[in-house]
């Protein structure tokens, strides 16, 4: 079991080393009754993977910055969490009581300000078939890279400006995906959507 668990964490690493950083936070056995590390630096994009027993030690967000997804996860022992805006995401075991952060910033995904970053739109976050995105006229072009949760790339398309695109999703399995906005060099965005 530890090497099926091994081998995803790897899949996951290399996967999403194309556009971001995964940071690996552990918990419980020879780590105790802690996270390992306790507090994470990281950047808008990047991958939050916790390991450990979900089931002894459930893992629930106690803080996320306004607009990102909570968390609440009672069972397995693999997490994967997309970090999708800048600031604090306070985290506990919900039994135990001790706790974790990680430290979300902007980092060198400067490319669009804030404002022009918080006017992509990706909707639905539930889709059955089409989702569409949003863009403001940033004078940046901008790509769609779309993710299964192994980190396969199904879908990339180049995204107009100014203007509504709509990615085609009927063609994918029932499942989870993150959907990066992204331009040559950094992610700009990322969004988990769940085909239905």
């Given at each position: 079991m530890?090497?099926?668990?091994?081998?995803?964490?790897?899949?996951?690493?290399?996967s999403?080393?194309?556009?971001?950083t995964s940071?690996?936070?552990?918990?419980g056995?020879?780590?105790?009754?802690a996270?390992s590390?306790?507090?994470?630096?990281?950047?808008?994009?990047?991958?939050?993977?916790?390991?450990g027993?979900?089931?002894?030690?459930p893992?629930?967000?106690?803080?996320?910055p306004?607009?990102?997804?909570?968390?609440?996860?009672?069972?397995?022992?693999?997490?994967i969490y997309?970090?999708s805006?800048?600031?604090?995401y306070?985290?506990?075991?919900s039994?135990h009581?001790?706790?974790?952060?990680?430290k979300?910033?902007?980092?060198?995904?400067?490319?669009l300000?804030?404002?022009?970053?918080?006017e992509?739109?990706?909707?639905p976050?539930?889709?059955?078939?089409?989702?569409?995105?949003?863009?403001?006229?940033s004078?940046?072009?901008?790509?769609?890279d779309?993710?299964?949760?192994v980190?396969?790339t199904?879908?990339?398309?180049?995204?107009?400006?100014?203007?509504?695109n709509?990615l085609?999703?009927s063609?994918?399995?029932n499942?989870i995906y993150f959907?990066?906005?992204?331009?040559d060099?950094?992610?700009?965005?990322v969004?988990?959507v769940?085909?239905?």
């Open positions: 530890k090497s099926k668990i091994t081998l995803l964490f790897s899949i996951v690493f290399l999403y080393g194309a556009f971001a940071h690996l936070i552990q918990f056995g020879s780590i105790g009754m996270y590390p306790s507090v994470v630096l990281a950047n808008v994009g990047d991958t939050v993977i916790w390991g027993d979900f089931g002894f030690h893992l629930e967000s106690t803080s996320v306004s607009g990102a997804n909570t968390f609440n996860v009672t069972s397995g022992t693999s997490f997309i970090l805006v800048a600031g604090d306070n985290f506990r075991c039994v009581l001790f706790t974790g952060q990680v979300a910033s902007t980092g060198s995904t400067g490319t300000n804030k404002t022009a970053q918080s992509i739109l990706i909707y976050t539930a889709v059955h078939n089409f989702l569409k995105i949003s863009l403001p006229s004078g940046k072009s901008l790509i769609a779309v993710k299964n949760i980190g396969q199904v879908l990339q398309i180049d995204l107009s400006e100014g203007s509504i709509t085609d999703f063609g994918l399995y499942g959907v990066a906005i992204r331009n060099m950094d992610v700009v965005k969004v988990r769940v085909k239905e």
